[in-house]
């Protein structure tokens, strides 16, 4: 199947400071890609969906100026937590399709973030 | 709106014997049905999906799926579990002109030896 690969796996941030995920397609052209955060022993929640070269449409109670995402590139989206609290640590998981309805999202490997 | 719902949180079955994750849906017009599966820490594994035709669709890892419309079911089974198939499984869903993915709140699959 389609690859997405995430980047990093992990990450350590200081409290105050902004740390970006990227989220790559590999082997396809992500017309739209997801963001979702995972709680421990919790569902998938989404953040947001970004299409390539217009803006995220967040979800109710997401913070759009502190979850910034860019979807520059048909291959390339970026969720950047600005201004990181720990309680912003989670597990990040971003995945991308190549459109609506019957196409497949993959997914990526996940990027666990903590905010020390 | 369009939601779906797993009633188990756990299931638990004894390697060799078949195993069943249910899941139901709702949506407004005809759905497009998926599991995934996540390993501890790890993303999400797509396992297979209903898109139209035949009712019982089969998968990755011998897993396979029945869509029941009249149910609004779409149930994961397995005929002889294994120890490895131990992990959380997700069911979701995508409204014909829906971009984005619904996942239901997860079961946790235990096989024990």
């Known amino acids: 199947g389609a690859v997405v690969s995430q980047h990093p796996s992990r990450v350590i941030c200081k409290s105050g400071t902004s740390v970006k995920i990227e989220c790559r397609s590999l082997?396809?052209?992500?017309?739209?890609m997801f963001w979702y955060r995972q709680f421990p022993k919790k569902s998938l929640m989404l953040m947001a969906t970004?299409?390539?070269?217009?803006?995220?449409?967040?979800e109710q109670g997401v913070e759009k100026d502190k979850f910034l995402i860019n979807h520059a590139s048909l291959t390339l989206s970026t969720l950047t937590v600005t201004s990181a609290h720990p309680e912003d640590s989670s597990f990040y998981i971003c995945?991308?399709?190549?459109?609506?309805?019957?196409?497949?999202?993959?997914f990526g490997e996940g990027s666990w973030l903590t905010v020390v | 709106a369009q939601s779906v719902a797993q009633p188990e949180d756990q299931v638990n079955v004894a390697e060799g014997n078949p195993l069943t994750v249910k899941c139901t849906y709702s949506?407004?017009?005809?759905?497009?049905l998926f599991w995934y599966v996540q390993y501890p820490n790890r993303g999400l594994q797509f396992l297979l999906k209903?898109?139209?035709?035949?009712?019982l669709v089969k998968g990755s890892y011998g897993f396979e799926a029945e869509f029941n419309k009249s149910q609004t079911s779409f149930h994961l089974k397995k005929p002889s579990a294994l120890v490895s198939d131990s992990a959380l499984y997700f069911c979701?869903?995508?409204?014909?002109?829906?971009?984005?993915?619904?996942f239901g709140s997860g079961t946790r699959l235990s096989i024990r030896p």
């Open positions: 082997d396809f052209q992500a017309t739209t």
């Open positions: 995945s991308a399709t190549t459109g609506q309805g019957r196409n497949t999202i993959y």
């Open positions: 970004s299409n390539e070269g217009s803006k995220a449409t967040y």
């Open positions: 949506v407004s017009g005809n759905p497009y």
């Open positions: 979701a869903v995508r409204d014909i002109s829906a971009s984005k993915i619904i």
């Open positions: 209903y898109i139209t035709g035949d009712n």
